[in-house]
């Protein structure tokens, strides 16, 4: 008598893939499904309408995804030591849409041994430097909740991480130990800000309320504080945050801060971040809802 093994699950859910990677917390992503389950739509398209996640990221997460599974299904469940290669920086860059293949691979033949690609791209012109602030961390992220999702990879492991059309190629060594986490309290946060007049004619507004709150992680490297602009309509250009990195600016797309250094497992730091919000064009007196959604995660 023979049977039939039952067809098992896809690797790698995209909803749990979002949530070990600390890309969009576990509850947005139960309200996403539920919504996808009423819709139709898909999970991703769902978390973008909901302004959780920026599309181009998602549009990384799901390559990335793919790339996992098919990966394992060549190798059938063995062990291995090797990633897709869409683990890279310079493939994440990518996915997002942020350089094209002939970019990338003009960057990986141009690039000194010892250069970093990131740093070959921005010489380019090819990516502003607050894209890589936020695709490196991003990397981080993915590369965790891969390594953390028991998929028969090595927890340690070199591997090329970019593909070039002719000799050039970067690798990266990755190690992975104890998976990171993060507790955050918030205490308070603002819910929107107000534009008088003399803020458009001074260019800028002092938001009164600081988002207050307490971070405890085990990350000895410190965590990302990736904040994800919403559509504001020409409102604000750009933000100037202090309390958590010096000088930190990034445009009204949003960055990611990263607070390295100072962290102890077991002691919780406290910040209070305020906002300058440099106005844009379309400005107008009145009160205006929040722009950003904030999420913290270890790096």
């Known amino acids: 008598m023979t049977t039939t093994p039952k067809p098992t699950d896809p690797p790698l859910p995209l909803g749990e893939f979002l949530s070990s990677a600390g890309l969009v917390p576990p509850d947005q992503v139960k309200y996403a499904l539920d919504l996808q389950r009423a819709t139709g739509e898909r999970l991703g398209e769902v978390l973008v309408r909901q302004a959780a996640i920026d599309p181009k990221d998602i549009a990384a997460v799901v390559e990335v995804q793919q790339q996992v599974r098919q990966h394992l299904s060549h190798d059938k469940g063995h062990s291995t030591h090797a990633l897709p290669e869409c683990l890279s920086v310079g493939e994440l860059l990518v996915a997002r849409?942020?350089?094209?293949?002939?970019?990338?691979?003009?960057?990986?033949?141009?690039?000194?041994?010892?250069?970093?690609?990131?740093?070959?791209?921005?010489?380019?012109?090819?990516?502003?430097?607050?894209?890589?602030?936020?695709?490196?961390?991003?990397?981080?992220?993915?590369?965790?909740?891969?390594?953390?999702?028991?998929?028969?990879?090595?927890?340690?492991?070199?591997?090329?991480?970019?593909?070039?059309?002719?000799?050039?190629s970067s690798r990266l060594l990755v190690t992975a130990t104890v998976p990171r986490n993060i507790q955050l309290t918030t205490k308070s946060h603002p819910a929107g800000f107000t534009v008088t007049e003399q803020d458009i004619a001074r260019g800028y507004v002092e938001v009164a309320q600081a988002s207050v709150f307490d971070i405890k992680t085990n990350s000895a490297e410190g965590v990302a504080v990736e904040f994800h602009g919403l559509h504001n309509g020409g409102v604000i250009q750009s933000v100037q945050i202090t309390g958590g990195a010096s000088n930190f600016q990034m445009p009204a797309s949003g960055g990611v801060m990263l607070i390295q250094g100072g962290w102890h497992p077991t002691v919780a730091r406290s910040f209070g971040l305020r906002y300058r919000l440099n106005l844009g064009p379309n400005a107008q007196p009145g009160v205006h809802p929040w722009p950003f959604l904030m999420s913290v995660s270890a790096l």
């Open 97 to 168: 849409g942020d350089v094209s293949r002939a970019v990338l691979n003009q960057a990986l033949q141009n690039k000194p041994t010892d250069a970093e690609l990131g740093d070959v791209l921005v010489e380019m012109g090819a990516v502003q430097p607050e894209t890589l602030s936020h695709v490196v961390p991003l990397q981080k992220r993915l590369l965790s909740a891969v390594l953390c999702a028991g998929l028969g990879f090595a927890f340690a492991f070199a591997t090329q991480t970019a593909r070039a059309a002719g000799s050039g």
